[in-house]
């Protein structure tokens, strides 16, 4: 079961891995990355970075999807983390089980918008948040859960 759907450009750091994943009682963490799955670097940095008994697993997208629909996933309190907004999109496009999609960390381009001070949208990006919330899935703003969740 997804606890946390997470959006964030740096994928897994201190916030996630221990704030957010003790928060959640998250025993599974599944790093959605294209980049990070097929990069030994970036594995191991993600390796390093994981809460002291959480299974990690590092998947790309397409694979992620696969995984999610399989019913694999369903017996653990899951912490699904993406890179990017279209990332986001696929899974969601793809998967049902996201109700909530949670905006961490999106960083600053040509073309962004300030939403936070973590989160910044250009306009096909705000589209594709738009088009989520039409189907009824939550879009929260929140870098830690100690923060007040804010709606987007």
């Known amino acids: 079961m997804i606890r946390l759907f997470r959006v964030d ?4 750091h201190g916030q996630v891995a221990f704030s957010w994943t003790k928060a959640i009682c998250a025993d599974c963490i ?3 990355n ?12 993600l390796r390093l970075a994981k809460p002291q008994g959480t299974k990690l697993v590092i998947k790309t997208i397409d694979d992620s999807i696969k995984a999610l629909n399989s019913g694999v ?9 993406v890179g990017d907004i279209d990332d986001a999109k ?6 049902p089980g996201v109700t909530s ?4 960390g999106c960083k600053n381009h040509e073309g962004a918008r300030p939403v936070s001070q973590a989160v910044f949208l250009d306009p096909k990006q705000e589209e594709q948040l738009s088009e989520l919330k039409a189907r ?3 879009i929260e703003i929140r870098q830690v859960p100690t923060e007040k969740k804010e709606i987007y």
């Open 9 to 12: 450009h740096r994928l897994l």
């Open 30 to 32: 599944l790093v959605a």
């Open 34 to 45: 294209d980049h990070a799955a097929t990069d030994r670097l970036t594995m191991t940095t």
């Open 73 to 81: 996933t369903d017996k653990y309190n899951l912490l699904v983390v």
């Open 90 to 95: 696929k899974v969601c496009d793809a998967y």
């Open 101 to 104: 999609i949670n905006l961490g």
């Open 136 to 138: 009824g899935i939550e």
